[in-house]
């Protein structure tokens, strides 16, 4: 993963640890409404895809036992990891096209508010991404997938020539050379893999991507409501379809790119689908960026206006995140796929402990009060959520008590101590696990391998309770943890 050059290293810490009736006299311990709802706490431990599902993007015995794992911490929310719309094959990310995938999503929500005792409001994340392929053996790459086309004709000079011969000759080129005959497009399809682009409206699918999906969205959150999740986060954030609509660097010309109120058209109208197939009744909300963090990207005032728009248009809560993006991912080995969170924007959306100036805890505080402030100058009271670096009760108070956010999302932090704020919530905020942000867990996302922390993977292996990866050499997920009676948990 890139990292800033400066190489500043930072230390998280637990903070002021506060008293169990200082933190019952909180504003993060204290309850919000969110849309029909109420959060017992202003706690929300954002989607984390855990690599947990079935290659058929089925729930697992795996995927209970994770979100069990978090429910047992009561956050005020957990929203479940990013989970497929469509019904088509998606590798091991959960998905939800399909009446067949309720069973066991259905069971993930029974398990989640019976753990919780109830405290924890359930969400689900609903995504959707275009195709992107492995980075391709170049002689493969040359010799079979691309195609050849009358441009690398005539700049090679093989009028006439058939397609074999046309591809022998581009085997014997130079780098140089055939760098010079490629396409850019075509350049990146060899050097990094294949990727698909909104903007790609030659292609009939992407152009026909308005008529879909605002169905495909509304059918998923029927499902949603259907599984008995409180609501749906719409995944408008990072490298995915519903972000590059609203990206800067979409330039359809079909009234779906170029100005901000074109590019902010598709998700507009998506929501309203959502929103009319789920019910007024049903939470509907979105996370986004803040700033897309990639050169010619959207910037704050864009997510200015987009939350903006989306909080008038009636949605019930609004999350947000930064960066993340294919657009500067760095090159992959041959045979893997890029991955959106290994260049500079991917640091500003995961960022770790070697920073720059800025450090990596909260990023996102300063844009999202920017975009608090526009939704409120709005006449709006749509509730925010800031996610970043954020890892200890004072930080979140802070965000809260200056208007960053109405909720506190902390992401790796859960993933450290699941029972966080459970335990500052007793009074033992000093027996709080705190992450220490190496990015050990994002290493092996970035692999599709089973997530889990550094700081306890390795604990206890041999426990009764263990559950262990495949390999047995780590842990699947946190040691459990019970709070001492009430008189020792009392200060
Ligand atoms: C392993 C892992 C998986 C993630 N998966 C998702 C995801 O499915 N959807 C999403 O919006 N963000 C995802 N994120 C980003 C987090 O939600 C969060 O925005 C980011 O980690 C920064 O917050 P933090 O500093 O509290 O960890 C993921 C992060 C990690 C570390
Ligand atoms: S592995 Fe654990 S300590 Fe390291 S960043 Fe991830 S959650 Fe934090």
Known sequence: MWKPPQRIAYRSSRGLVPSRAEAA???????????????????????????????????????????????????????????????????????????????????????????????????????????????????????QFL?????????????????????????????????????EREREALDFGYRERVTDIH????????????????????????????GVELHYAHAYTMASFLSATNRRQDGYGGPQQNRVRLPL????????????????GCRYLAEECIGGGSELSDA??????????????????????????????????????????????????????????????????????AVRAAGLATPVVCTGGIHNFAMAERALAEGVCDIVGAARQSLADPDWFRKVALGLGHTVRTCEYTNYCEGLDGKHKPVTCQLWDRVALDAADARLTGDRRRRLEAPDWAPPDDKGATK
């Open 304 to 373: 200015v206006y987009f939350g903006t728009e989306f909080a008038r248009a009636g949605m019930d809560f609004l999350s947000t995140s930064r960066g993340g993006k294919f657009e500067d991912a760095s090159q992959p080995a041959v045979g893997a796929a890029a991955y959106p969170y290994t260049g500079p924007s991917g640091y500003e959306c995961i960022p770790q402990y070697l920073s720059d100036e800025h450090g990596p805890f909260g990023r996102n505080l300063a844009p999202t009060r920017a975009i608090r402030a």
């Open 203 to 230: 292609l009939p699918h992407i152009a026909d991507l308005p008529n879909v999906l605002p169905d495909l969205f509304a059918a998923a959150a029927v499902r949603a409501r259907a599984a008995g999740f409180d």
């Open 25 to 143: 006299a909180s504003r993060l311990y204290s309850p919000i409404a969110v849309g029909n709802l109420a959060l017992a706490q202003r706690s929300w431990v954002p989607a984390m895809v855990p690599w947990r599902a079935t290659e058929d993007g089925v729930v697992t015995e795996d995927v209970i036992a994770w979100y069990r794992r978090f429910a047992r911490g009561r956050p005020g929310a957990i929203v479940v990891e990013a989970t497929g719309i469509r019904d088509i094959p998606s590798g091991p990310l959960l998905r939800i096209g399909h009446d067949r995938f309720l069973p066991g999503l259905r069971r993930l929500v029974d398990t989640v508010r019976a753990e919780s005792g109830g405290a924890t409001r359930l969400f689900i994340q609903l995504i959707d991404f275009l195709t992107i392929r492995r980075r391709p053996d170049p002689s493969r790459y040359l010799s």
């Open 147 to 183: 195609a050849i086309t009358p441009r690398h004709r005539h700049l090679l000079d093989m009028a006439g020539a058939d397609d074999d011969a046309v591809r022998a000759r581009l085997l014997s080129l130079s780098r140089p050379v055939l760098g010079s005959v490629l396409t």
């Open 269 to 284: 109208e998506v929501y309203g689908a959502v929103r009319a197939a789920a019910g007024s009744d049903y939470v509907v």
